[in-house]
C-alpha cells in the first residue's frame, strides 16, 4: 500500500468511525486536496484489495475488518490514560468497598468510554476460605459468612432439619475453621469430616452440598444502554452478538489480538472487544468493552491499558 492509499483508508477509517455513514469520495477528496478521480482510482484499489466494501443503498465506502485491524496499528502500544479519566477511576477506587469495586469499575469505564462494559471474576475455586461464621435466622436457615484470603466476604444461605442449637453451630465453626483448604475441596472434606463428627453430621453435609453455590463466575455489566444506542443496533445480527458476549464473556469473536501485554482486542463484522486482564492483589479479573466494529479504538484502548495499570500501581 502506497503512502496516499494509506492516507486515504486512514481517512475514511476515522470518519466513518465518528459519523456511522459512508463515505464519499468526495468528502476525502475536499479533505485531501487532490482531486475526485485520484480519490475514486485509490477507493477502488483499497476495495478490490479488501479494505474497504460499499453499502448497495449507498454511493460511499465503509471499512471491513481488514482496514480496521491496519487502523488499530496506529494506537500500538495504546496512549496514556488523560488526566480527568484517570482522577475519574481513582477517586471512584478510593470509595469502593472491596465488595463493589468490580462493579463501580464497570461503571466508570462505561461512563468514560460510552459503550458497554463487562467485568468478569472467574469462579475463583482455588482461593482458600480462611474463617466461617454460622448464624441461625429467623426463617430457620442457616447464614455462612465466609472470609476468602483475598478479603473478599461472601454469603451461603442453607437449611438443616432438623434446625441445630446454637451449640452446634459454634461447635461446626470450630471444625471448619480448622480447614484451610482451596474452595473446591472443601465438600469432600466436609462429607469425610461428617463421619467422624456425628453431632455435627447434619450440619456439614448440608453446608457441604450448598457449598458450591460460593464460586460461581461473576458478572458484573454496565452501559448496555449507551451500546444500544448505537446506530448499529438496529440491525439484529449486532443486538443477538452482542447480548451473547454479555452473557458468555468468554465465548471469543472471530479473531483475537494482542495489543500490548494483556490487552487483548477480538472483533467480527458487526462487535468489537477490547479486553484487559487485570490483577489487583491475588484477585484476577477481565475488562471488556463492548461497541461497534465502528469502535473509537484510540480511547478504549487507552481505557484498558490504564485501567490495568491502575489497579496494578
Same mark, same amino acid.
Not at 465488595?99 to 461503571?107: F, G, M, P, T, Y
Given at each position: 500500500?502506497?503512502?496516499?492509499?494509506?492516507?486515504?483508508?486512514?481517512?475514511?477509517?476515522?470518519?466513518?468511525?465518528?459519523?456511522?455513514?459512508?463515505?464519499?469520495?468526495?468528502?476525502?477528496?475536499?479533505?485531501?486536496?487532490?482531486?475526485?478521480?485520484?480519490?475514486?482510482?485509490?477507493?477502488?484499489?483499497?476495495?478490490?484489495?479488501?479494505?474497504?466494501?460499499?453499502?448497495?443503498?449507498?454511493?460511499?465506502?465503509?471499512?471491513?475488518?481488514?482496514?480496521?485491524?491496519?487502523?488499530?496499528?496506529?494506537?500500538?502500544?495504546?496512549?496514556?490514560?488523560?488526566?480527568?479519566?484517570?482522577?475519574?477511576? #481513582?477517586?471512584?477506587?478510593?470509595?469502593?468497598?472491596?465488595?463493589?469495586?468490580?462493579?463501580?469499575?464497570?461503571?466508570?469505564?462505561?461512563?468514560?468510554?460510552?459503550?458497554?462494559?463487562?467485568?468478569?471474576?472467574?469462579?475463583?475455586?482455588?482461593?482458600?476460605?480462611?474463617?466461617?461464621?454460622?448464624?441461625?435466622?429467623?426463617?430457620?436457615?442457616?447464614?455462612?459468612?465466609?472470609?476468602?484470603?483475598?478479603?473478599?466476604?461472601?454469603?451461603?444461605?442453607?437449611?438443616?432439619?432438623?434446625?441445630?442449637?446454637?451449640?452446634?453451630?459454634?461447635?461446626?465453626?470450630?471444625?471448619?475453621?480448622?480447614?484451610?483448604?482451596?474452595?473446591? #475441596?472443601?465438600?469432600?472434606?466436609?462429607?469425610?469430616?461428617?463421619?467422624?463428627?456425628?453431632?455435627?453430621?447434619?450440619?456439614?453435609?448440608?453446608?457441604?452440598?450448598?457449598?458450591?453455590?460460593?464460586?460461581?463466575?461473576?458478572?458484573?455489566?454496565?452501559?448496555?444502554?449507551?451500546?444500544?444506542?448505537?446506530?448499529?443496533?438496529?440491525?439484529?445480527?449486532?443486538?443477538?452478538?452482542?447480548?451473547?458476549?454479555?452473557?458468555?464473556?468468554?465465548?471469543?469473536?472471530?479473531?483475537?489480538?494482542?495489543?500490548?501485554?494483556?490487552?487483548?482486542?477480538?472483533?467480527?463484522?458487526?462487535?468489537?472487544?477490547?479486553?484487559?486482564?487485570?490483577?489487583?492483589?491475588?484477585?484476577?479479573?477481565?475488562?471488556?468493552?463492548?461497541?461497534?466494529?465502528?469502535?473509537?479504538?484510540?480511547?478504549?484502548?487507552?481505557?484498558?491499558?490504564?485501567? #490495568?495499570?491502575?489497579?496494578?500501581?
Amino acid at each position: 500500500m502506497n503512502e496516499r492509499s494509506a492516507r486515504v483508508l486512514e481517512l475514511l477509517t476515522e470518519t466513518y468511525i465518528h459519523s456511522a455513514h459512508p463515505v464519499a469520495s468526495s468528502l476525502l477528496a475536499k479533505a485531501l486536496e487532490v482531486s475526485s478521480a485520484t480519490v475514486r482510482h485509490e477507493l477502488a484499489a483499497l476495495e478490490e484489495a479488501g479494505y474497504l466494501e460499499k453499502p448497495h443503498t449507498s454511493a460511499g465506502r465503509i471499512p471491513t475488518r481488514l482496514a480496521y485491524k491496519n487502523y488499530i496499528k496506529k494506537y500500538i502500544p495504546p496512549r496514556r490514560m488523560n488526566s480527568r479519566q484517570s482522577h475519574a477511576l #481513582k477517586e471512584q477506587l478510593e470509595q469502593s468497598h472491596i465488595d463493589n469495586l468490580w462493579s463501580q469499575i464497570a461503571r466508570v469505564m462505561a461512563d468514560l468510554s460510552g459503550y458497554a462494559v463487562v467485568v468478569h471474576l472467574p469462579a475463583g475455586d482455588s482461593l482458600r476460605a480462611l474463617q466461617v461464621h454460622l448464624s441461625l435466622l429467623l426463617d430457620s436457615r442457616i447464614l455462612a459468612m465466609v472470609v476468602l484470603e483475598t478479603g473478599l466476604v461472601r454469603q451461603l444461605f442453607f437449611k438443616v432439619s432438623p434446625t441445630p442449637e446454637d451449640k452446634n453451630l459454634r461447635q461446626t465453626e470450630e471444625v471448619l475453621n480448622r480447614l484451610i483448604l482451596p474452595l473446591t #475441596k472443601m465438600p469432600q472434606a466436609l462429607t469425610t469430616l461428617a463421619q467422624s463428627q456425628e453431632d455435627l453430621a447434619t450440619t456439614l453435609l448440608a453446608l457441604a452440598q450448598a457449598w458450591p453455590q460460593l464460586y460461581p463466575p461473576t458478572l458484573f455489566s454496565k452501559g448496555l444502554t449507551n451500546l444500544f444506542n448505537e446506530p448499529e443496533a438496529i440491525d439484529p445480527q449486532f443486538v443477538r452478538q452482542a447480548a451473547l458476549y454479555v452473557e458468555k464473556p468468554l465465548a471469543g469473536l472471530a479473531e483475537k489480538a494482542i495489543i500490548s501485554e494483556d490487552v487483548h482486542l477480538s472483533l467480527d463484522d458487526v462487535l468489537a472487544v477490547v479486553a484487559s486482564q487485570i490483577q489487583w492483589g491475588q484477585l484476577a479479573a477481565q475488562v471488556m468493552f463492548l461497541g461497534p466494529t465502528r469502535m473509537r479504538y484510540a480511547e478504549v484502548l487507552s481505557l484498558a491499558q490504564g485501567v #490495568k495499570d491502575i489497579l496494578a500501581s
